[in-house]
């Protein structure tokens, strides 16, 4: 059985403790903001229901009393659905958005604290050369494109997402600690994580429970950043007013809504969505609120009733999965699925796994994602610039000198 013990991070240092610093390169990590959880070592790893009866059955010593700080567990939800695994670390840093951090750990990790607090820093910057394949080949990918558009407009479909994978190969080991940095400098008011390798960059919430209350914040629709305010502007009112666009935002919408109903007492969304800008890209995002119902469900109860949304699989989910898996090509793991945590009483916090990039064991290579909503109005050579835009998030980090 687990023993917890959670202490205020004061009393162990006076250094606020960067998160990023904590998992380095080989912890796990979920942020947005400064506010998450950074862990090491691995007191347990197992499936979401041997992990959620351990955390239950688990004795806790907590005065701080918050979402996460009687033991958190940390993991990654398939897109498929099929698999999914989470990892409760031996000691955990954990800082709130009022402020508050604090140190978690389980008991035989008392000496393992000090290191886990202990300052890091990224290795320094060293020499290497990259090479970029595409994984399904472009052909494969506009094919696609266009059948699925095509299976929309005989309305065999409302949407499908299809998807494309770019691997990117390094003559030296790729430092993770650094890329979480570089990561937290452009897309740092995105849910950034790091866990078995799968690191990345989300700007989409999939869905928050703190107690009673829940939140999501779907994102569908994309248009480019320039950097130039004048232009940006320009591309974030042709993307509101972009029939295609809204289509697509407006499936994603619906699902959502239609899915978290039947556990709220109240819910209520945004009328309009509004522009979500991220470093490269621009989406149409709106935020949904409620009030759970008694007994309320665990967070992750939530994460596999909505994922995959719309946003990455399409309407009527079936069908669009069936298409998505004869013509697409790729062979999505954990990508397109759900990344974040959970507590003891069902509380956390989960992004939709995108703008991420699967690391080989020995760091040397990473395979990355991206994909676009297909609608009727859908053109192929469009949704190959889209995809192009997104890849940019994890390309320019981990390439970057």
């Known amino acids: 059985m687990l023993h917890f013990t959670t202490r205020p991070l004061a009393q162990f240092t006076n250094d606020p403790c960067d998160l990023n610093d904590i998992a380095g390169g080989d912890g796990v990590l979920f942020v947005r903001n400064g506010v998450g959880f950074a862990g090491r070592g691995v007191a347990l790893r197992g499936s979401v229901e041997e992990v959620r009866a351990e955390l239950l059955a688990a004795t806790i010593d907590d005065p701080v009393g918050l979402a996460g700080s009687a033991g958190v567990a940390l993991g990654w939800h398939s897109f498929s659905g099929d698999s999914s695994e989470l990892i409760v670390p031996r000691v955990v840093v954990g800082k709130s958005a009022d402020g508050n951090a604090w140190v978690t750990y389980v008991d035989g990790a008392e000496e393992e604290v000090s290191e886990a607090l202990s300052v890091r820093r990224p290795a320094a910057v060293t020499g290497g050369t990259f090479t970029i394949r595409p994984g399904v080949s472009t052909e494969t990918y506009l094919a696609a494109v266009a059948t699925i558009r095509d299976a929309v407009r005989a309305g065999k479909i409302t949407k499908a997402v299809i998807a494309r994978d770019i691997v990117v190969e390094s003559s030296l080991p790729i430092d993770i600690h650094a890329l979480l940095h570089r990561l937290k400098a452009s897309f740092g008011s ?92 621009q989406h149409l995002g709106t935020r949904v609120e409620g009030t759970l119902s008694d007994p309320y469900p665990h967070v992750f109860d939530l994460v596999t009733e909505l994922s995959p949304t719309p946003a990455l699989g399409g309407h009527p989910r079936d069908a669009a999965l069936d298409l998505i898996a004869q013509h697409e090509g790729v062979r999505r793991g954990r990508y397109g699925g759900a990344v974040g945590w959970c507590d003891r009483d069902g509380n956390g916090t989960w992004a939709v796994t995108i703008r991420c990039a699967e690391f080989s064991a020995d760091r040397r290579s990473a395979r990355l994602f991206a994909g676009g909503g297909i609608v009727a109005a859908s053109e192929p050579v469009a949704e190959l610039a889209e995809t192009q835009a997104k890849f940019q998030a994890m390309l320019a980090a981990i390439i970057r000198p």
Request: negative net charge.
């Open 190 to 281: 995105s849910y950034r994580y790091s866990i078995d390798g799968l690191v990345g960059a989300s700007p989409e919430l999939l869905i928050e429970r703190r107690d009673d209350r829940i939140a999501s914040h779907p994102l569908a629709g994309t248009t480019p950043r320039t950097g130039d305010p004048v232009i940006d502007a320009q591309l974030a009112k042709d993307l509101r007013a972009s029939s295609k666009n809204q289509v697509e935002h407006r499936v994603v919408i619906d699902m959502v809504h239609d899915t978290l109903l039947p556990w709220c007492s109240y819910l209520d969304w945004q009328p309009e969505p509004d522009v979500v800008a991220v470093a490269n890209v």
